[in-house]
């Protein structure tokens, strides 16, 4: 799918997942970003993997931003596992626990 179609189809997908208006999410997309990885010259195989001076990089990704945006994904797993399906699995269920901590504790702290 070229962007506009991928933007449309996740605001579909999203729309039906939480029961909202899809005329209004398609409202509230700024942009939508694609890379074609199959096609890039430089990607050349590779997933992903830490490079020099780069050990802490995954905890830095790992952090939320502002208590509203949560990242997971094999780049983002701290245990050491990068590159791999169980690195991309087991950071989902970090940024879920981060997500329901973050909903438990307000930002404030209270």
């Known amino acids: 799918m070229d962007e506009e179609k991928l933007g449309l ?3 579909v997908t999203l729309a039906k ?3 909202l208006d899809e ?3 398609r409202g509230l997309l700024l942009g939508c970003h694609t ?3 199959q096609h890039d ?3 050349q ?3 992903s993997y830490v490079a020099t001076g780069g050990l802490d990089a995954s905890k830095k ?3 939320p931003v502002a208590g509203t945006l949560f990242f997971a994904g094999e780049h983002t797993d701290t245990t050491g596992h990068w590159g791999t399906v169980h690195a ?3 950071s989902g269920l970090r940024a879920a626990d981060q997500i329901l901590n973050q909903s438990v504790t307000s930002p404030s702290g209270e």
């Open 9 to 11: 189809h996740a605001c």
């Open 17 to 19: 997942i939480f029961a």
């Open 23 to 25: 005329q209004q999410l």
């Open 35 to 37: 890379h074609d990885w």
């Open 41 to 43: 010259p430089l990607f």
């Open 45 to 47: 195989g590779a997933y």
């Open 61 to 63: 990704m790992s952090e």
């Open 88 to 90: 991309a699995m087991r």
